[in-house]
């Protein structure tokens, strides 16, 4: 241990070469795969998903040449891994991308062992496939004991494009509930006799909770479903699995059939054994594990997705396993609970738990480190509120996205204390670059190391590092769409003045995501009613353009700009054009989401007459759902609509200027 930070403090400065060198090729291209069902096209390395295992030595010399065959960009990051700022692979940060065709040789020296990986950092390529796992040995032998030593990746795959998953997050946070089967309704809330929770969570703005954003179609191990090693293991040894959790936005749990996990290791570094029943993983975050064969021969492990929508199982040995649990989905009927807590908090402290019975879930109260590890130099506090909403899918730190972001300077020499105050429901993996932290958790000089931190929902979480690196590193949420929406910083040593050539070729890229402006259509056709709206926005400004015809007498057209104050208030300039008067109506209003889920609207028009409407609406059933609107000029509807998709849906309305109607409506 102490070894490490030896190493960890020396790579304060580019270190030369030395020791062994060893050789790697890597290749990205694509490569047509069927995980599900359905043939799509994926992005691999060396054609296999996850890419190939690379194996070291501490004292080794990686030298990796990357060779992009893509038509965009590429990049590969070396997660976990302490090396020289400029080999860490992130575009126009730390180097410029690989570009099509083009080749690069990444060179750094192997400093500290353990279970780590390497991704793409190139837009979202990395839900594609990109991906593998990276194996560092010690010098010395292993003392603990174990017959196998296996790598399992763990990954979730959709079918449809990255981008077009984004796409659909950016037009209703809730774009995947039904694929998920997660829609939170009046009427589940009423089966659980929640009445009194529905109202206080309407009054806080929320409808229920959900635990993931997007609806995957399959859960991978090593490229599988349902993967098989070690057929040849026998009942009573011991398989050293190395778990990494490479999803893009997937926490998984680890569970076995019928007895403990062993802990090892967390995130490569070695920590004082735990037995447990459970294990949860973030995104990016790696353990180390034993598993013993039992008597039956084989051993059954699933990594269950925990919004419940999904597993990949793990079968060691050959016998009759005992299945392992499936996965169950969450209480999304739970109050709002806006109290801070400690993230993976728990009753239970850390033992080496040789005569102690398992722990049924870990945290990281109850990892520790096997040696005190104690940091020195001058103190630098750094608060940071996790901020975002899934209405608008929009993710940052301090309500600041990346790109309206100042860098956050530290001086080499300093211990940097951060706390993350997560304000919102969703859990944040958060991974600090070329560093490797303390999460402050009541064991004092043995609180695990790491490089990626869990935040739970609405919890803060206080992690310290010793500031002794060099230029800029980033920091940021490895849910990829939370990061690739804003939810970063960079960390900029003081003495660094940054490389504007970076940042100037970054301007011309499509590297930057969090600005970038979505589209989203709603149309509506009933039987004596239509409309249509369509509106573009990014994560502050939005053009909406809507018209209709109700009644088909009365026709009128709006268009407006609108500038996004914060998660719930929007000031907009617009015009209303009414056919039959052949009169433009100018107004200046604000919006505002209040709580029991209405938005209110009020305007000033040109006439200098005040207005106000309001709109919310009901989520009844799994598939019903009521829209109710009104106004002071005297407009109002209603509409009971249903569906079993976000895009479409059919319905029965009414408005001031109609009789009952039949429809139907479609979003895209």
């Known amino acids: 241990m102490m070894q490490f930070f030896i190493a960890l403090i020396a790579l304060s400065v580019v270190l030369p070469s030395w020791g062994e060198e060893k050789f790697y090729s890597l290749t990205v291209d694509t490569l047509p795969v069927n995980f599900s069902g359905k043939p799509v096209q994926a992005m691999a390395i060396n054609q296999t998903i996850p890419g190939p295992v690379l194996e070291f030595t501490v004292g080794d010399t990686a030298v990796i040449t990357v060779t992009n065959r893509l038509d965009s960009d590429a990049s590969i990051h070396w997660h976990g891994l302490l090396l020289p700022q400029d080999q860490d692979g992130v575009p126009y940060l730390t180097y410029f991308p690989i570009k099509p065709g083009k080749s690069f040789t990444y060179r750094f020296p192997i400093t500290h062992a353990g279970t780590y990986w390497y991704h793409s950092h190139t837009n979202i390529d990395e ?27 763990l990954s979730d795959w959709t079918d449809e494009d990255p981008r077009a998953v984004l796409n659909n997050l ?36 929320m409808e229920g909770m959900d635990v993931s954003d997007v609806g995957y179609d399959a859960f991978l191990a090593n490229g599988q479903q349902q993967l098989q090693l070690l057929p040849q293991a026998k009942a009573g040894e011991k398989v050293r699995l190395r778990l990494i959790n490479s999803a893009a936005s997937s926490y998984f749990s680890i569970e076995q059939s019928d007895q403990p996990f062993i802990v090892i290791a967390a995130d490569g570094i070695d920590v004082q054994p735990v037995k447990v029943k459970s294990l949860l993983m973030g995104m990016a975050e790696t353990y180390d594990v034993i598993v013993t064969i039992p008597a039956s021969g084989a051993v059954n492990i699933h990594a269950n997705n925990i919004d419940g929508s999904g597993y990949a199982a793990i079968t060691i040995g050959s016998g009759q396993a005992v299945p392992a649990p499936l996965p169950s989905k969450p209480d999304l009927y739970q109050a709002m609970d806006h109290s801070n807590h400690s993230a993976h908090s728990s009753h239970h402290t850390g033992h080496a738990m040789h005569h102690q019975p398992a722990i049924r879930a870990l945290s990281y109260q109850q990892l520790k480190t096997t040696s005190p590890v104690k940091f020195s130099g001058p103190l630098r506090e750094i608060k940071l509120d996790l901020t975002g909403d ?56 043995f609180d695990v190391i790491k490089h990626t931190v869990d935040v739970g929902p609405m919890a803060t979480v206080t992690i310290e590092f010793a500031a002794n690196a060099e230029k800029d590193w980033l920091f940021h949420c490895h849910n990829l769409y939370h990061a690739k929406t804003g939810m970063a910083r960079v960390l900029r040593y003081s003495d660094y003045q940054g490389n504007p050539a970076f940042m100037k070729a970054k301007m011309a890229s499509n590297e930057i995501m969090d600005t970038d402006g979505y589209w989203r259509t709603d149309t509506s056709l009933y039987s004596d009613y239509i409309s249509g709206k369509i509106r573009y ?21 709006e268009v407006a700009a609108l500038y996004r104050i914060d998660q719930w208030t929007q000031l907009y300039l617009g015009s209303q054009y009414e056919w039959e008067d052949s009169d433009w109506e100018y107004q200046l209003g604000v919006r505002y989401h209040a709580p029991f889920n209405i938005e209110l609207d009020s305007w000033l028009n040109d006439d200098k007459e005040i207005h106000i409407g309001f709109e919310t609406s009901f989520q009844l059933t799994t598939h019903w759902q009521l829209e109710l609107e009104a106004d002071s000029e005297g407009e109002h509807g209603g509409f009971l609509q249903w569906r079993n998709s976000p895009a479409y849906a059919i319905g029965i309305g009414k408005t001031d200027d109609t009789d009952i109607m039949l429809g139907i409506s479609a979003t895209f």
Do not use: C
């Open 127 to 153: 839900q594609r496939g990109q991906y593998g796992a990276i194996i560092i040995h010690p010098k010395e032998k292993d003392p603990r004991q174990y017959d196998y030593d296996k790598v399992v990746q």
């Open 170 to 205: 950016k037009k209703s946070g809730e774009w995947y509930a039904y694929k998920k089967h997660s829609v939170v309704s009046l009427q589940g809330y009423l089966e659980r006799d929640k009445f009194d929770t529905w109202l206080s969570n309407r009054w806080q703005r």
């Open 537 to 557: 926005s990014n994560y502050r400004y939005a053009l909406e353009a809507e018209a209709e015809r109700s009644g088909w007498e009365e026709s009128e057209a």
């Open 390 to 445: 899934m209405e608008n899918y929009n993710w940052s730190f301090n309500n600041t996205i990346l790109s309206n972001a100042d860098k956050i300077k530290i001086n080499r020499g300093e211990v940097v204390r951060m706390t993350f105050n997560n304000t919102t429901m969703m859990r944040h993996p958060l991974h600090l670059h070329g560093h490797f932290f303390k999460v402050i958790s009541g064991n004092g000089d």
